[in-house]
């Protein structure tokens, strides 16, 4: 079992900054892929970002690339996501998510609890 614990979310104005944390606790967390998702009110869950166990490799969603970058740090068992130029259709609850090496192609099984980015115009 892996738990994820999201922190650093906020209110910011639209082209301002913020970077969200993850925190992994219970297993070895360099074994496994780490992402970032979001939930708009209304709207379905939707995929942000991506890495890979080592930070080697990273994928974004179209609407986010060139504005946030996902990053970690496995010595501190943490996931970063650095969101710069923010919008206020980027106002969601974000979520980190997890899912083991072995489980490639799967879908992620482990979640965090979100936090609150709400971006204001």
């Known amino acids: 079992q892996v738990q994820l614990v999201e922190s650093g979310g906020g209110l910011v104005q639209a082209g301002g900054s913020l970077r969200l944390s993850c925190a992994a606790s219970?297993?070895?967390?360099?074994?496994?892929?780490a992402a970032w998702f979001r939930q708009a009110p209304g709207k379905e869950r939707e995929f942000v970002a991506t890495?890979?166990?080592?930070?080697?490799?990273?994928d974004y969603a179209d609407s986010v690339k060139g504005r946030f970058t996902i990053s970690r740090d496995n010595a501190k068992n943490t996931v970063y996501l650095q969101m710069n130029s923010l919008k206020p259709e980027d106002t969601a609850v974000y979520y980190c998510a997890a899912r083991h090496i072995f489980n490639r192609g799967g879908q992620y099984n482990y979640w965090g609890q979100g936090t609150q980015v709400t971006v204001s115009s």
């Open positions: 890495i890979t166990r080592s930070g080697g490799s990273t």
């Open positions: 219970g297993r070895t967390f360099s074994n496994y892929d």
